[in-house]
Structure formats: structure tokens, C-alpha cells
């Protein structure tokens, strides 16, 4: 399978597996605001797919909530090939991704570090060309 054909179809099942957890995931502990699919990596043969998931703002519940969408990957799948025509409909896996936080904490960092002047503050103002002679032009 083609690279780009590849890229398509994780595309494509990133986009199905979110609208499934917003049709078929309806438990009161789980707050499906704060999930994001970010991710999806599909084998070359289409026989597995990792679905990497974000949980924000959710650190004590982040296990159940992973529990719960590892419990509801029969019926994501199932709705997954109704909706998308492939060979295979690929076994779902889902993990946790906390490349977002991480990212969020080192910006945060950034931003202490700003403030307390051990960085210098970003030049945005524009350069003053005033100073340049008319007269060589």
C-alpha cells in the first residue's frame, strides 16, 4: 500500500472513530469533551490501527476513561466497517498520547522563564527606518 493511500486511510479512520465516540460512548463519568483523537497509525496491511488519544484536564480519570474506550472498541469498529469500504477493518487499539501536555509544559516553562527575565522578551516591534540617509537612494 502506497504511502499516500496509507496517510488517507488514517486520516479517514481519525475522522470516523471520533464522530463513533460521540454516537456510541454515553457514560456519565466520561467526558467525551476532553478527548481528542489525535492520532491514528494503520499497519501496511491494514490488520491494526493505534489510535492515540489526548485526555485534558483529567489526570485522576485518565485510566478509567481509557478503560471505557477499550471497552467500546467492538462497537467502534463495527461502526467504522458500516461506514468505510476496506479489505480489512483494522483491530483498534487505543493509547494514551501526552504529547500535548508535554508541549503545554515546556511552552509554560517558556513563558515562567519570560516573566522572571531569564530570557530576553520576543522583538515584534518594527525596525524605525528613519535613519537612513534619502539623499543615496
Do not use: C, W
Not at 488514517?10 to 457514560?27: D, H, M, P, T, Y
Amino acid at each position: 500500500m502506497t504511502v499516500d493511500r496509507l496517510t488517507r486511510v488514517n486520516e479517514l479512520l481519525k475522522r470516523e472513530i471520533g464522530e463513533a465516540l460521540f454516537q456510541i460512548v454515553k457514560e456519565d463519568d466520561f467526558d467525551l469533551s476532553a478527548v481528542t483523537v489525535t492520532h491514528v497509525m494503520t499497519s501496511s496491511n491494514l490488520r491494526n490501527a493505534r489510535v492515540m488519544v489526548s485526555i485534558r484536564d483529567n489526570q485522576d480519570k485518565r485510566d478509567r476513561m481509557l478503560a471505557i474506550l477499550r471497552r467500546y472498541r467492538g462497537e467502534i469498529q463495527k461502526r467504522i466497517s458500516k461506514d468505510i469500504i476496506l479489505k480489512y477493518t483494522p483491530r483498534l487499539t487505543f493509547e494514551l498520547d501526552t504529547s500535548i501536555e508535554k508541549g503545554d509544559a515546556v511552552l509554560s516553562l517558556l513563558h515562567k522563564m519570560e516573566r522572571q527575565g531569564e530570557l530576553p522578551p520576543e522583538e515584534d516591534e518594527p525596525v524605525d527606518n528613519s535613519s537612513v540617509d534619502e539623499n543615496n537612494t
